[in-house]
């Protein structure tokens, strides 16, 4: 964790899409560190500096290189936006443009012939079939404890490992251990409800299982634990929880429901309705583990909870079901727990009459309205009515526990198996997806001029904003800006497990139509946070300080005024993106603007944004849709799809994206500054080319303090005069000028400098002058 500077977020959630958790740097610094504990003699990187500093970046390749030389790692990354610096550190390095183009070149070139030189040298002094391979099995099994399979990757067995932690645990059990001696319809409904409840309470683990899938799958790859062994722990580890619930539950509808109030009934109704919980969460957990897709996993849990409401014997009695269907009560669990916990709450019990028919009747000449009634007699016995109405006996109720146990014992068997059978998450090849009779014509024109196939959608190389052919600027249809942005002394304080910790400390600064400012700092110095601040998307902790619009106070119309384009691209997978920004037009824009307008003003963000190739292709998952830079234009022309009339923020708007893309994403921010809009935006690894596309920059250090705020200058002038005449040496002529900046204040885990440059800065007469 120091080495990757995670100490500090030890008690700190990973968090995701919407749990707030740690920086989106620190996220990535989570899953190096994560592959980079595997021990792996192959490993392949794509694109792991993505949302990391330069310094950062600089210092995880830096590792690499290390783990290469000294563990004899190979190592293949495929990097973005990547420095010379972090260039320099790499053996080889490969450029490629289209696959055809770069394989023909490859194949012509002397880089090849070497490579084949190499593979030649390297069979000949390690023939396949020679005594290495066999030497490095005898080692391998010779490392390996006994009873563990020759293919394993582990180096004891399971069973092995689960006596080593059982011992711990006994062993801390006796560790210092003092030597000394020391109604019927009624009731029938609240059963069926509280067995129904208990036993769907475990719908929800589908979404849960899918949602750790991509970790379990990464792991296992990673050799870091048998797939079975995480579901069982799972398992396990969900049964105190599943106890709590299902207590708080019971006990409440138990004695709400005025059941009968005797220990030993109460104790069996739990029973079943707990043991039914357990059994249903490993039928539905079965159902997760053996569907490929979560879409698939509903739909059969959807026709499977209609089966089982139907046919648990309430809503319809055994008897009168269809007999082509009537099998499904057989394989139902929850109809044996119904009939278990129905005839232990009616065993033994008579039920005085409440009518009796008819009500002048005299001796025998009389009988209970009722299932199970005797003539002349005035009670009714609860065994008689549930064997009358349901055709259940009492004797079945030990038999359906067996039945139960039964079933959660092959379902929990079976879900483990399908577990370990289907962890593989398939192919990561992006292409994109369009609905029927909406793939572009130029797809299915294009023929290939080798072997006349027709393209795929993903081979189709989409541009990002750029300018057209004629030089006209799309750029105009967006509403010219004229009010200022500013914040003064924004403070930011949240408490983590029972410790205030301060995010942001005293940030100022303003932004307004006309420029484009970045907000830069070293990973998780609390860039995105003040982002949220600003844009008011904050809902934990406390936030102080004053924030204006033309020197007044925000008005409740603040966040309709500005876009906000997040980090993490998160869109419907199932809409197409015209359809995802007209959504946004149609919700965001006043209702005094007509339909017509903004669907036109939609085609106008589409072709601003080079978007026609694909305005008709589904958004999809990643893999199955649109790519990394594909999402993130969409991304941005949703928020601009609303006529923001304020302010557009933009979180990482570059990350993921290569070296072209990324120029052509801040080209178009710099287009649309110089069309009016004003536009904050969070960068990572700016190129020197890239960085001077500002016009002012906000540099934070770690706790959210402020390095620096004002213009850059032309050719970074001015920011690099600010650091030289406060004790930094001066950037040389061949340094990128944000590269040098994250290094004279020590970015980066290890990362030092020798002054306190928030304190430089509050010193200086540059704060004052705002």
């Known amino acids: 964790m120091a080495i990757f500077g995670l100490s500090h977020t030890v008690n700190t959630k ?278 490929k897709t979560i879409s698939q996993a509903l739909a059969f849990a959807g026709v499977m909870v209609l089966a089982i409401v139907v046919y648990t014997g309430f809503t319809i009695q055994r008897s009168y079901m269809h007999p082509w269907f009537k099998w499904i009560s057989w394989i139902n669990p929850v109809a044996y727990a119904f009939e278990a916990i129905l005839v232990n709450e009616v065993h033994n019990q008579r039920y005085p009459c409440a009518d009796i028919v008819p009500p002048y009747g005299q001796g025998n000449n009389f009988q209970c309205p009722v299932a199970g009634a005797v003539a002349g007699e005035t009670s009714v016995s609860g065994d008689a009515w549930v ?23 092959f379902f929990y068997v079976l879900y483990l198996f399908a577990t370990q059978m289907n962890t593989d998450l398939g192919s990561s090849a992006e292409f994109l997806v369009f609905r029927r009779g909406n793939v572009p014509k130029y797809m299915l024109e294009e023929k290939d001029e080798e072997n006349g196939e027709i393209a795929r959608p993903g081979d189709v190389d989409v541009a990002a904003p750029q300018d057209t052919a004629n030089g006209e600027d799309k750029t105009d249809i967006l509403p010219p800006q004229t009010e200022i942005f500013t914040w003064r002394n924004v403070v930011y304080d949240i408490t983590i497990k029972g410790e205030p910790r301060r995010l942001l400390d005293h940030v100022s600064g303003w932004v307004r139509p006309g420029t484009l400012t970045a907000l830069m700092g070293v990973s998780g110095a609390g860039k995105t946070t003040l982002l949220d601040a600003l844009a008011q998307r904050i809902s934990v902790g406390v936030i102080t300080g004053d924030m204006f619009v033309n020197g007044k106070p925000l008005d409740p119309s603040f966040q309709r005024k500005t876009g906000y384009c997040q980090q993490q691209d998160l869109h419907l997978e199932t809409t197409t993106v015209r359809e995802a920004l007209r959504f946004s037009a149609m919700l965001r824009q006043p209702m005094t603007v007509s339909k017509a307008e903004k669907y036109a003003f939609v085609e106008g963000v589409i072709k601003m944004l080079n978007m026609e190739d694909f305005a008709e292709a589904v958004v999809g998952s990643p893999g199955e849709g649109l790519n990394v830079e594909q999402r993130k234009l969409l991304t941005i022309g949703v928020e601009l799809a609303a006529k923001p009339q304020l302010l557009l923020f933009l979180d990482e708007p570059t990350s993921g994206l290569d070296s072209q893309s990324s120029w052509a994403i801040v080209t178009f921010l710099r287009k649309l500054a110089n069309n009016g809009q004003a536009v904050l935006s969070t960068i990572h690894q700016p190129s020197a080319i890239l960085f001077q596309e500002f016009d002012r920059l906000l540099f934070l250090a770690k706790g959210g303090r402020t390095v620096y705020f004002g213009d850059i200058g032309e050719n970074c002038e001015t920011l690099l005069k600010y650091f030289s005449d406060h004790g930094a040496e001066p950037c040389g002529p061949d340094e990128n000028p944000a590269e040098y900046m994250l290094n004279v204040v020590g970015a980066g885990p290890s990362g030092k400098s020798t002054q306190d440059w928030p304190e430089v800065w509050n010193a200086s007469p540059q704060p004052r002058k705002f």
């Open 387 to 409: 064997e009358s109405q349901y055709g259940y006996k009492y004797t079945h109720l030990w038999r359906n526990l067996g039945f139960i146990f039964a079933f959660q014992v």
């Open 14 to 291: 990973v968090g995701d899409d919407y749990v707030r958790g740690v920086s989106g740097g620190e996220r990535k610094r989570v899953s190096i560190a994560e592959l980079t504990l595997s021990g792996a003699p192959v490993a392949c990187w794509d694109n792991s500096t993505r949302g990391l500093d330069s310094a950062t970046a600089l210092e995880f390749t830096q590792a690499l290189r290390v783990g290469a030389d000294v563990m004899g790692g190979t190592y293949a990354v495929a990097i973005y936006q990547a420095s010379q610096a972090i260039y320099d550190i790499f053996d080889k390095a490969i450029v490629p443009r289209t696959p055809r183009e770069f394989e023909e070149y490859w194949r012509q070139s002397q880089a090849f012939k070497d490579m084949q030189a190499e593979i030649e040298e390297s069979e000949n002094t390690y023939p396949i079939g020679s005594s290495a391979l066999t030497e490095l099995r005898e080692a391998r099994q010779q490392a390996q404890a006994k009873h563990v399979r020759p293919k394993s990757p582990y180096t004891i067995s399971i069973a092995m490992q689960v006596k080593l932690i059982m011992s711990l645990i006994i062993g801390s059990l006796f560790f210092d251990t003092p030597q000394v001696t020391s109604s019927f319809f009624s009731k029938g409904s609240v059963l069926f409800f509280a067995i129904l409840l208990n036993a769907l309470l475990s719908v929800s683990e589908i979404n849960t299982l899918y949602a750790q899938r991509p970790i379990v799958s990464k792991h296992v790859s990673f050799a870091f634990y048998y797939a079975w062994v995480e579901a069982l722990a799972g398992i396990v580890s969900d049964v105190p929880i599943k106890f709590v619930i299902s207590t708080v539950f019971n006990v409440i509808i138990y004695f709400l429901g005025d059941l009968r109030r005797e220990p030993g009934n109460f104790f069996i109704f739990f029973l079943f309705t707990f043991v039914t919980t357990l059994t249903m969460s490993a039928i539905f957990r079965t159902l997760a583990a053996a569907t």
